[in-house]
C-alpha cells in the first residue's frame, strides 16, 4: 500500500480522537456545571415557593410575597436560647414591626445579605421595628457567633440548628429548604410579607416600609 493511500487512514483515526476528545470534555463540564448548581441549590433553594398551603401569598415579580392585612395568619411561637444563650421570645415584641431573618453561617447567600440587614437595622430600630434572626443548620453556636462579629451583626438570633422552629409555621409559609428566607411581622404579630431569597438593601426596605407604614 502507498503513504497515499495509507494518509487518509491516520487522518479518520485522528479525527475520531478528536471527536471523543471533545465528548469527554464537554461531559466533564457539565459535570461541573451540575455540580455548581447543587450547590447552589443546597443553600438557597425554594424559589418562590412555599411548599403548598392556603396562606393568602401573593407573589409578586421580585420575589416579595404580601397577605392583605384582613387575610393574615398569626405568627407561631418563637421562642428559645439565642445564639448568645439568652432567652428570647418573639411574642414580647408585639406592638413593633419585626423582621425575620432566618440564616445559617455555612451559607454564602445569608453572607450576602448580611451587611444590608445590619445597615436597614440601624436606620430602622428607632422607629418601631425589631430584627430578629434564626440561625438554623449551624451544629453549634460558635460558627453562628463567628457570623455575627464578622458582619457587625447587633441584633439577636434564635439558635435552631435542627430547624424545629420553622416547621411551627403554617404549610405554604415557610421552606425548611429555602435559607436565606425573610419574614415581616406586623405589629399584632401576623405574618404580613415574606421572600425566599437573599435580599439587597432596596428590597428589604420594600418589604418594611408598607407594614411600617399601617396605622
Known amino acids: 500500500m502507498s503513504a497515499a493511500s495509507r494518509a487518509p487512514l491516520r487522518s479518520n483515526r485522528s479525527d475520531r480522537t478528536t471527536r471523543v476528545r471533545s465528548r469527554a ?22 424559589g418562590t415557593s412555599g411548599g403548598g398551603g392556603d396562606t393568602n401569598f401573593i407573589t409578586g415579580s421580585d420575589g416579595i410575597a404580601t397577605v392583605d392585612r384582613g387575610e393574615r395568619a398569626d405568627a407561631p411561637d418563637l421562642s428559645g436560647p439565642t445564639v448568645d444563650g439568652e432567652r428570647l421570645d418573639v411574642d414580647d415584641y408585639k406592638g413593633k414591626v419585626v423582621v425575620l431573618n432566618v ?3 455555612w451559607c454564602p447567600p445569608c453572607r450576602a445579605e448580611a451587611k444590608n440587614f445590619q445597615k436597614v437595622y440601624e436606620d430602622v430600630k428607632d422607629q418601631g421595628v425589631q430584627f430578629v434572626g434564626i440561625n438554623t443548620r449551624d451544629t453549634s453556636t460558635g460558627p453562628a457567633r463567628a ?10 438570633s434564635l439558635y435552631d440548628p435542627t430547624g424545629k422552629l420553622m416547621l411551627r409555621f403554617a404549610k405554604g409559609t415557610l421552606n425548611p429548604q429555602a435559607i436565606p428566607s425573610t419574614l415581616i411581622i406586623d405589629r399584632d404579630g401576623r ?5 425566599l431569597q437573599a435580599l439587597t438593601e432596596e428590597k428589604l426596605r420594600k418589604m418594611i416600609d408598607p407594614v411600617l407604614a399601617e396605622k
Open 147 to 156: 457570623f455575627e462579629e464578622e458582619y457587625g451583626i447587633t441584633y439577636p
Open 191 to 195: 405574618i404580613a410579607a415574606r421572600t
Open 103 to 105: 440564616w445559617g453561617s
Open 25 to 46: 470534555r464537554r461531559a466533564v463540564l457539565t459535570a461541573g456545571a451540575a455540580a455548581a448548581a447543587l450547590l447552589v441549590s443546597a443553600c438557597g433553594s425554594g
